[in-house]
């Protein structure tokens, strides 16, 4: 088993910045792939960024030029970095982690641009 812990979540002012945390526990040394996803009110749970332990990062277009992904591994903890924030980033903000042949997922941080 993998726990996933976020946190950084908070109301913030369109241009502004957040960065969001998340340690991993546990098994956490069959974890390959980490990152983050979001899921609005009333939309489906998104893709926001990944990173593979070999360090490949993806991201979803929306997000690409102003939130950065990173890792540290020793640390078990994946971040993410908003910059230029809008309102339509506002959603709970999920750390994913595949390992073990599975996903885990945390419990989710709220993030809230207001205009």
């Known amino acids: 088993q993998v726990q996933l812990v976020e946190s950084g979540g908070d109301l913030v002012q369109a241009g502004g910045s957040l960065r969001l945390s998340c340690v991993a526990s546990?098994?956490?040394?069959?974890?390959?792939?980490m990152g983050w996803f979001r899921q609005a009110p009333g939309k489906q749970r998104e893709l926001v960024a990944s990173i593979a332990d070999s360090g490949s990062i993806n991201y979803a277009g929306s997000v690409k030029g102003r939130f950065t992904i990173s890792r540290d591994n020793a640390k078990n903890t994946v971040f993410l970095q908003m910059n230029s924030l809008k309102p339509e980033d506002t959603a709970v903000y999920y750390c994913?982690?595949?390992?073990?042949?599975?996903?885990?997922w945390g419990q989710g941080t709220q993030v809230t641009v207001s205009s």
């Open positions: 546990g098994s956490s040394s069959g974890i390959n792939d």
């Open positions: 994913w982690a595949w390992a073990w042949t599975r996903n885990y």
